[in-house]
């Protein structure tokens, strides 16, 4: 059946093909039109209700790199051993055989010391055997760069609280989204073509309102931009959280009080107060004038004052956490912010008011909760020296009023199991041993703190979803920091970590720290300009391979299981012409090396094949094979890869109980993160054992806002912030070398650096000027100016997907100017690092200076 459609794609006439998009994380359903074998077009499903028979600009242009210049055919071996960023590998064409067995050679030694020594690097390639693959090799596959600057401030308090990878707006029935440091619905984020689709069709109805230092592309939507520095936002946040509890008192008392631990007490250590015996936390029975267990509190258990137990003065977290607000007066956070006073109170009046606390609303005839009112963020927190405190502050603004996992409210995306500690707090259950490090975690209960043993010392952060930065401080200092795991073999597709990470110059130095590099690229992008033997990619419209899960976004969708599936026929020799997967390259290398077996056992624990699906040992089978199994396990025998070739669309619908958790019995969340006072403890014991120094002051058990590096210049002519704005036209820099995109996105200047016109003004600068930005870290780079008053006034930025130096990046041509890479002008050290969440700090400190005309 596969061929069956792989010869469609050579088919003269036109079809019309099922398919999905790759060119960001939202993966919607498309349908391509393909002419003589040619894929001409690209529109939306209309039958996939995930998507709704939308396709962006992106979605749009993704068949435009089919027939690149830059693609890669055949397999190639590098022939100089010099390695840096447009340093001529020397390429030699090699068999796929030949490549096969080079790459075979080297795991099957390492994997003779510790395979956890080949470092598996990928963002979204979406085959169902990377997982399995790594773990039957006996490591891990994992992003890289995303962990950077992505889910730091996300992911955690997403995992704690809504028992889920991500939070998203209850579109269409939320009827207020405050976007901080976010272009929901616009950029990319999860589940930007249904919002932007919910919004542009309930206008009217939903305010939409954006903080951020640029009037980006999803603030020029919005109903109101609010400016404000880089890496104030939380400060921000925690002022309205004040203004909603002492001003207005905007909360959400019952809620609080039944489905969160704000009535548990804690003493003066921070440490909950617990009954003897159980240790179960307490709380205070205010009609009984004393201290019970959580799980006999009645339903107005106290959230403020002070009482005693056995003659000690104890207080509801909520009273705790309270009480620290009151350093973000609006006054006080102005100051940091300059976001006014007035507009504070305002915003967070908006906010309380749209929600709409004590409202109900009835769906599938059950009266529900019904709080319309949503705070959404991204990238912009999660970039920053404190990103792990800046989700808890924004996430606890959403609990105070209650709009967690209910109509109108903030919902989790791709949901994850859960279960009740002996706390009475809802926590994700979580998978062992190498497993672990395969998704997301969930920062409660802390995992036990050891000494390093991963590539990136994940050991070293109990609370954090991943630490890959950190995989560059072990392995360029491996002594400081007790490395176990130094990489022998990186091997990495989809993940463009040189240009996609740290700056430039430490990714050199990191590449060339590893002996030996395996790329499977589309084109030979900065990365793989690195590697030693490089694989020909598939490119998306190429891919037979399903989903992973059935997916949603909103309480208001089914449930979608599809695929990606073959529209286009790879350019390769033969027999790999027939390659549909990368999938069939790890079965492949997995029967040279030795460990079939191995992996045909994952695959059985993991997919929970039972039966005759169940995969025997010292047999061989095929990708399809497999994936027919997978396909078979997961959605029934009726729904094989027969079915999948031929429909590949399953629709399901969803009980209000599974769309929306958060109004139906169930543990309680945190609004207070005691297990932060543990975890620190555990990591700076470990930490001072082993004389690693390490930064804990960031384990705290109620948000704060602390400055980032940039609020401390070196010298005081670096007098404006920078930082980074994405284009809607561009996903990740994965996008950056479609011809069309690359065009598209440079209308918007590429090599332009935005100023407010009072600061250009200021400095005697004017719109095209050439400049040279210089950060108070010494790095410099060039750009034409931008004047524009849709930014600070006191901070610069370029736009993100900028600055690529592969061929593919500049066209060809050698020299060309492609803008500023913003992630070689940042700092990669302590300083600038997040040791709690693992983030890297985007926000800068500069100096312009006019420069005659356009440098080198």
């Not at 085959?127 to 955690?156: D, K, Q, R």
């Not at 409210?409 to 002996?422: I, M």
């Amino acid at each position: 059946m596969t061929q069956e459609l792989l010869d469609k794609t050579k088919t003269t006439g036109t079809q019309k093909l099922r398919t999905m998009c790759r060119m960001c994380l939202n993966v919607c359903g498309i349908i391509a039109t393909v002419e003589n074998g040619v894929v001409v077009r690209l529109d939306g499903d209309e039958d996939n209700p995930y998507s709704k028979g939308l396709a962006c600009s992106k979605g749009r242009a993704g068949f435009f790199t089919l027939e690149s210049p830059y693609r890669v055919k055949r397999p190639l071996m590098r022939t100089n051993p010099e390695k840096g960023p447009g340093i001529d590998p020397k390429w030699k064409e090699i068999t796929w055989d030949e490549a096969l067995d080079i790459v075979a050679a080297r795991m099957k030694e390492i994997r003779k010391g510790d395979p956890r020594r080949v470092w598996h690097i990928t963002f979204d390639d979406r085959s169902p055997l990377n997982m399995i693959w790594s773990v039957a090799y006996g490591t891990v596959v994992e992003p890289f760069a995303a962990g950077f600057f992505c889910g730091n401030s996300i992911h955690p308090v997403s995992h704690l609280n809504h028992m889920a990878s991500s939070p998203l707006p209850d579109v269409p029935l939320t009827k207020y989204i405050l976007c901080v440091g976010s272009q929901y619905g616009s950029g990319v984020h999860y589940d930007t073509m249904s919002a932007a689709n919910a919004i542009g069709n309930n206008r009217d109805k939903i305010r939409l309102v954006s903080v951020d230092p640029v009037c980006s592309h999803g603030a020029a939507m919005a109903d109101e931009w609010i400016p404000i520095l880089p890496g104030t936002d939380s400060a921000f946040l925690l002022s309205m959280s004040y203004v909603l509890i002492h001003e207005l008192k905007i909360y959400d008392k019952s809620f609080l009080a039944s489905a969160t631990n704000a009535p548990y007490l804690v003493g003066q250590d921070g440490r909950y107060v617990r009954a003897p015996g159980s240790q179960k936390p307490l709380v205070w029975d205010s009609t009984k004038a004393k201290a019970v267990p959580f799980d006999e509190a009645p339903s107005d258990a106290a959230l403020f004052g002070s009482y005693k137990v056995n003659n000690k003065e104890v207080h509801p977290s909520f009273q705790v956490l309270t009480e620290g607000l009151k350093k973000y007066t609006p006054e006080q956070a102005s100051q940091i912010t300059t976001v006014p006073a007035s507009t504070i109170r305002r915003i967070a009046k908006e906010f309380g008011e749209a929600a709409q606390i004590g409202s109900t609303i009835t769906i599938d005839g059950k009266v529900l909760p019904y709080r319309p009112v949503s705070v959404i963020w991204y990238r912009g927190l999660s970039a920053h020296k404190h990103a792990y405190l800046n989700g808890n502050a924004i996430d606890l603004l959403q609990t105070i009023v209650g709009a967690m996992d209910v109509p109108g409210g903030l919902n989790g995306y791709n949901r994850v199991p859960w279960r009740a500690t002996d706390e009475g707090l809802i926590a994700v259950q979580r998978r062992l041993g190498t497993l672990e490090r395969t998704h997301t975690t969930s920062p409660y209960p802390a995992r036990t703190v050891t000494a390093p043993q991963s590539i990136d010392l994940f050991e070293l952060f109990p609370v954090s979803t991943y630490s890959r930065p950190f995989a560059i401080k072990a392995i360029l200092e491996p002594k400081k920091y007790h490395s176990q795991i130094i990489p022998e073999m990186l091997i990495q597709h989809r993940a463009n970590m040189a240009y996609t990470a740290a700056p430039v110059e430490v990714m050199t130095e990191l590449l060339r720290k590893i002996p030996f590099i395996v790329s499977i690229s589309f084109e030979i992008d900065e990365t793989a300009e690195f590697a030693d033997v490089v694989f020909p990619s598939l490119h998306y419209l190429e891919k037979l391979e399903p989903t992973e899960y059935y997916n949603y976004h909103t309480g208001s969708q089914p449930r979608v299981f599809y695929g990606s599936k073959p529209v286009h026929k790879p350019p390769f020799d033969p027999p790999w012409d027939k390659m549909v997967s990368h999938g069939e390259v790890w079965l492949e290398l997995a029967k040279r090396v030795g460990f079939l077996d191995d992996v045909y056992e994952t695959c059985n624990m993991i997919w929970h094949l039972k039966g005759d699906l169940v995969l025997q040992p010292g047999r061989e089978y095929t990708y399809m094979e497999l994936l027919d199994r997978y396909l078979k396990a997961k959605l029934g025998n009726d729904k094989g890869l027969d079915w999948y070739n031929k429909e590949g669309l399953d629709i399901k619908p969803r009980s209000v109980e599974d769309r929306y958790p958060g109004a139906f019995p169930k543990p309680r969340i945190h609004v207070y993160h005691e297990y932060m006072i543990d975890a620190g403890a555990q990591v700076e014991n470990v930490t001072k054992e082993l004389d690693i120094p390490w930064d804990v002051s960031d384990y705290i058990p109620v948000p704060e806002w602390k400055p980032c590096p940039a609020y401390t210049p070196k010298k005081p002519e670096y007098d404006l912030f920078m930082t980074t704005s994405r284009t809607p036209y561009h996903s990740l820099g994965s996008s950056s070398a479609n011809p069309l995109l690359r065009e598209l996105g440079g209308k918007l200047g590429y090599d332009e650096i935005l100023m407010h016109r009072k600061a250009a003004k200021i400095r005697n600068l004017k719109e095209g000027d050439w400049v040279e930005i210089e950060t108070d870290g010494g790095k410099k780079a060039q750009g034409r100016l931008k004047v524009t008053t849709a930014i600070h006034p006191k901070v610069t930025a370029v736009l993100g997907e900028a600055g690529g130096w592969s061929a593919a990046s500049t066209g060809g041509k050698k020299d060309a100017y492609t803008g500023i890479h913003f992630n070689s002008l940042i700092s990669f050290d302590d300083e600038h690092l997040d040791f709690v969440g693992g983030a890297l700090d985007q926000c800068l400190r500069v100096k312009l200076t006019k420069i005659g005309s356009k440098g080198k």
